[in-house]
């Protein structure tokens, strides 16, 4: 139901694999500060660009029924009854908005008055598999903020580190 196109999802992952191939030579490379701050700069591109994502299923959930509505009415009567006995309803708001198609669900008028409409089922099943995407995605920014995190740190021992081997180069010291 999303209206987010599987290409965001898939540069999304693009993003995120990029970043990681930044991540090894950062972090191999015991001196060099720039790459790391490069791989923390992508970090927070790639954080940013799943929360849109995450931001626009979690709104799109919002809106689970009106957008169901309309492929509710797109279905055959034949998909319809199949919906109809999956979800143990008639119709999609009630059993004559639209009107319910006969199967062995809503067999008349009078079954499928008593039966509720479909939209309750519909958007629960719907909604449960939107959460799980937009909860996921969420769960990925907070990694995000904590490798974040992680590289800022990183980036502060390894300025230290340099700063003390410049005192030690001053001082007359060896670096070992």
């Not at 060099?32 to 931001?55: E, Q, S």
């Not at 937009?134 to 920014?141: H, K, L, M, N």
Request: charged share 10%.
């Amino acid at each position: 139901m999303p209206s987010i196109s599987p290409l965001a999802a898939i540069v999304n992952a693009i993003f995120i694999f990029a970043t990681f191939l930044l991540s090894i030579p950062a972090l191999l490379s015991a001196t060099n500060r720039l790459m790391l701050k490069i791989h923390g700069y992508a970090v927070i591109v790639c954080g940013i660009f799943t929360m849109i994502l995450g931001l626009v299923v979690w709104f799109e959930t919002l809106k689970t029924r009106a957008n169901l509505s309309r492929v509710w009415a797109r279905q055959s009567s034949p998909m319809q009854s199949l919906l109809q006995q999956q979800f143990n309803c008639c119709g999609y708001m009630n059993a004559t908005s639209p009107p319910f198609v006969t199967d062995q669900t809503c067999t008349n008028p009078l079954v499928a008055a008593n039966k509720g409409g479909c939209v309750g089922p519909f958007s629960s099943f719907a909604n449960q598999y939107l959460d799980v995407i937009f909860t996921a995605d969420f769960g990925i920014v907070a990694v995000d903020a904590c490798l974040l995190l992680c590289v800022a740190c990183l980036l502060k021992v390894r300025k230290e580190m340099e700063r003390f081997k410049l005192i030690d180069e001053k001082v007359g010291y060896v670096s070992i």
